[in-house]
Every structure is written in C-alpha cells, then in structure tokens.
C-alpha cells in the first residue's frame, strides 16, 4: 500500500531523522548506571562525546551547569543524571529526590535552550504514572490519578522534567524527547541494600548468604507485585534510536513488555546465583505499586526490540557484580561484608 501524506508525519516511524554523525553529544549523569551504558554504545557511533565529573560541575547549581555548557557546546544533551534509588531511599530520602531532580531538569534544560541545543533527551521513569493505572499503561495516562506514595517525590520531579521539554518545544521550538524507562538494572547498579533496587539488592543478598552459608534471605514485602525489567543495555540501544528516529511532544514507554511477580524474580535470581535456603518475606516492608507493566507500542513502531531475556541479564549482571568485588571477596568474607557497592556505583 502507498503511504499517505498523513502516515509519512507520524512521528512514530522507523526512518532516521537525527544523524549523531559529527555531532558533540553530551551524556550527563556518565557514571551511573544509564549514563555508564550510553556511553559504551555511543561508541559505537560516530560522534564526539563529552562527558564532565560531578567534582568539576555540581547539576544543581545553575552558575556551574550554565558555565560549562557555554564553554563545552553540545550539540546533543542526553540527561541521565539523577538521583534514585529504590522503594526505601525514596521513602527515606524525599527532600533530595525532589531538589536534585527538579534542580537537574530546570539547569540543563534551560541552558541547553539558551545555547541551541540541537536535540535533548530526558529521562522518566514507569514510576511516574499513577498508582492505579490501567495496565499496560500508554503515554496518555500520565497525570491521570494520584501517584504512588513511596515515590511521590521523585516522580513529581520527573513529571515536572518532562514538562519543561513540552514548554520549551511549544516555546521556542526546542526538539525536546522524553523517553520513559521501565525498572532497569545491569553493570554499575547500586548494589547497596538500603538504596538500591530489587535485582542488585537481591543478587548481592543471596550471594552473601551463600558465601555464609545461611538458611534464609530476606525479601522485602508480600512478593506478590509484578515489575517489569529491562536489562541497561537493551534501555540505551531504545535511546540511540529514539534520538536519531523520533521527534515531538508525546513521551515514549521503553520496556521489555513482560513482567514477573518479585516471589518469582527472587526464584530465579536464587538459581542464578546457586543459593539453596529459603526465602523470607518480610510484610513489614512496603510493596510498592501493584504493578508497572508499560505498553511499548510506540518504541516497538520504531523498529526497537529487547534483546536480553530476564534470565540472562540477571547472570550477566551477577557476573558485574562478582566481578567488582575486591581480590579475595570470595574467600574472605570479612572483607566482602565490608565492601560498599554505592561507592563504586555513585552517579
Ligand atoms: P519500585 O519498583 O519503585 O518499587 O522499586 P524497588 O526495585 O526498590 O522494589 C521493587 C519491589 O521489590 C518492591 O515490591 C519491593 O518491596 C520488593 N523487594 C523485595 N526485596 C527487596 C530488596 O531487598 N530491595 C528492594 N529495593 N526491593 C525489594
């Protein structure tokens, strides 16, 4: 069938529209999980990419972002900074998950405007749809009911992000996306216990109480909600291509479309690490939304496709994590109780 005048402006088309070629792309947030990714596969691509330390320049203070945008010149400006964290540092933590992501989105965004940037990237999150939502939930269901307590925060920061690209685009024209990223996880997650999400809490959990050979690992709630994972990797290969494919007001969902209940992921990150004892849940702790499945019909029209089954990805994210570890964790589990994952996941 010919396409009509009207299917060629869809905006959600697998035709590139953007060449990186060339271009100065800047990833801010390069030590984080999503940041560290984006920058192995824009290796791949044939552009130049700048990247700066949080020592060299604070995201929250608008006079340091602003100074080194104007001096660095990006062309590209993918916003991987943020602070996050899982279900407790959200519920511990709710004055620093509202400054700094309000504060990155407002200096980045702005400056970037300011200096002509050519096209940026915001970051979401399926956290920042409502508790209740319909699910698979669709773009359109954004804003449509009160959010989930325990992320509140966050997710008001977010919401307020991606509200500053439409603004800014109906404003002055800025090609502003938004992509919105279901739970991720993969090399440089924050393994950290009281921070971090579900698979890096839970791989580290069960390895420790193999190494210590007890009979059971906690597991935070009832198991019973659903979360959909996407291994980082498969997330930042959806990014490169909602950059170079796709312009306009409507964010994008980027999931694997397949969800597990948290008994089941703890069953399968059991046999990917070798752990044998039992599984205690813990009711005290919060469950969290029932569920966050996304429907990815927008990013599937646009010629992407995960590529890491769950059960893959949680071994290659074990081995990341076995990897990390000091010489002689292994054996010495003294040292291994020691050693603190955030510190060397720190965005
Ligand atoms: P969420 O998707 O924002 O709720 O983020 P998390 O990844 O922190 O939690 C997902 C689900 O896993 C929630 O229902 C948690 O209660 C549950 N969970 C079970 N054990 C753990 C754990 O050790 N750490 C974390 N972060 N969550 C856990």
Same mark, same amino acid.
């Given at each position: #069938?010919? +396409?009509? #005048?009207?299917? =060629? ?18 990833? +801010?947030?390069?030590?984080? #999980? ?135 685009? +109906? ?20 393994? =950290?216990?009281?921070?971090?999400? @579900?698979?890096? +809490? ?29 291994? @980082? ?65 927008? #990013? ?48």
């Amino acid at each position: #069938m010919i +396409a009509t #005048m009207d299917e =060629d402006r869809r905006p959600f088309r697998g035709n590139e529209i953007f060449s990186l070629t060339g271009k100065r792309v800047w990833v +801010a947030g390069h030590r984080g #999980m999503v940041g560290s990714a984006l920058v192995r596969r824009l290796r791949e691509e044939a552009c130049d990419l700048l990247t700066v330390t949080r020592q060299t320049v604070d995201l929250r203070r608008q006079a340091e972002v602003e100074s080194w945008m104007r001096a660095s010149r990006p062309d590209v400006v993918l916003i991987a900074a943020a602070t996050v964290g899982g279900i407790h540092a959200n519920r511990s933590r709710p004055a620093e998950f509202i400054y700094d992501n309000l504060a990155i989105a407002l200096n980045i965004v702005h400056t970037a405007c300011e200096i002509g940037v050519k096209k940026l990237l915001f970051l979401g999150s399926s956290c920042i749809y409502p508790k209740y939502c319909a699910q698979p939930m669709t773009e359109d269901r954004l804003l449509s009911g009160p959010l989930e307590p325990t992320n509140q925060w966050y997710a008001i920061a977010k919401l307020a992000g991606l509200m500053m690209g439409k603004a800014y685009r +109906a404003q002055h024209g800025m090609d502003c996306i938004a992509a919105l990223p279901t739970n991720l996880y993969g090399p440089y997650d924050n393994f =950290d216990l009281q921070q971090g999400h @579900v698979i890096a +809490a839970l791989l580290r959990k069960l390895h420790e109480a193999k190494l210590k050979g007890d009979g059971a690992v906690e597991i935070w709630g009832t198991g019973r909600p659903k979360r959909e994972f996407l291994h @980082v990797d498969d997330l930042v290969d959806a990014l490169v291509r909602l950059v170079t494919h796709y312009s306009g007001d409507e964010p994008v969902n980027i999931g694997s479309g397949q969800e597990v209940s948290i008994a089941e992921l703890a069953d399968l990150a059991s046999r990917v690490v070798g752990y044998r004892g039992r599984l205690a849940y813990n009711t005290s702790m919060p469950d969290g939304s029932p569920r966050k499945l996304l429907d990815v019909t927008r #990013m599937t029209e646009l010629g992407w496709q995960p590529r890491i089954p769950l059960f893959e990805g949680l071994q290659h994210a074990y081995a990341c994590y076995r990897k990390r570890l000091p010489p002689n964790a292994e054996t010495d589990i003294a040292a291994e109780l020691h050693w603190r994952g955030a510190d060397l996941s720190e965005a």
